[in-house]
């Protein structure tokens, strides 16, 4: 099983601040994922990036596929307490294999 | 509207007594999976199931089991439930191609086995 680490676990920030979370493996994956979790819910996708060195940007949140695809970071500019939550990035491995490998999450909170 | 749907939502149920976790999906997606959610081990797989009638094994499947008889339908069953099976669970379905894989979770089931 390909591991993806995330950090940090959890992290707390003011209102205005900016923020960066990282999702690093030593397995390649050929799309990686993010999804953001809020108390009671599922898992709701974000974003997936499928190019090494991709950028993707969906409004205040950047994220970036590494260029060897073993890595990924979400940046947050001036987080909001709208931003609060549990972020997971999950890989899919390559050469064909099925399912999601999921990080354990970054407790996010964003104090007014 | 697209959507997946578990039921229950709460259930607390005692050491041995079979019971049955339902998802449905409404967007014709091949490929289901469950999922169980525990505090610092994050979202591990249980099975999953590529199309109607074929189901695989993921990281955690000892003590579950499942059935794709029907395209929407991937039940969670569990035998004899120990405290150890108590979680959150997620039932999740996406379209089988494509690199990308989106996969759509339902709103979760929390089982406590007491």
């Known amino acids: 099983t390909q591991l993806l680490e995330q950090s940090p676990q959890f992290l707390s920030i003011q209102e205005g601040e900016n923020l960066t979370v990282y999702c690093n493996s030593s397995?390649?994956?050929?799309?990686l994922q993010w999804y953001r979790q809020e108390p009671g819910e599922g898992p709701v996708l974000l974003v997936t990036v499928v190019t090494g060195g991709e950028v993707k940007k969906l409004k205040r949140l950047t994220f970036q596929f590494g260029d060897a695809r073993k890595d990924s970071s979400l940046h947050i500019t001036a987080a909001q307490p709208g931003d609060t939550g549990l972020y997971l990035c999950?890989?899919?491995?390559?050469?064909?294999?099925?399912?999601?490998?999921f990080g354990k999450g970054t407790h996010l909170i964003i104090q007014p | 509207e697209a959507q997946v749907t578990q039921n229950p939502r709460y259930l607390i149920t005692v050491t041995g007594k079979k019971l049955t976790v339902t998802c449905s999906q409404n967007?014709?997606?091949?490929?289901m999976s469950w999922y169980r959610q525990d505090p610092g081990l994050g979202l591990r797989q249980i099975y999953y199931s590529m199309n109607v009638e074929v189901t695989d094994k993921g990281d955690v499947p000892e003590g579950y089991k499942v059935s794709r008889k029907e395209k929407r339908n991937f039940p969670l069953i569990l035998e004899s439930p120990s405290p150890n099976q108590t979680s959150l669970y997620f039932c999740a379905s996406s379209w089988t191609s494509g690199r990308a894989k989106t996969q759509y979770f339902g709103p979760g089931t929390r089982l406590t086995v007491l």
């Open positions: 999950a890989g899919k491995p390559g050469g064909g294999a099925d399912g999601l490998t």
């Open positions: 967007m014709n997606h091949e490929y």
């Open positions: 397995s390649v994956f050929s799309s």
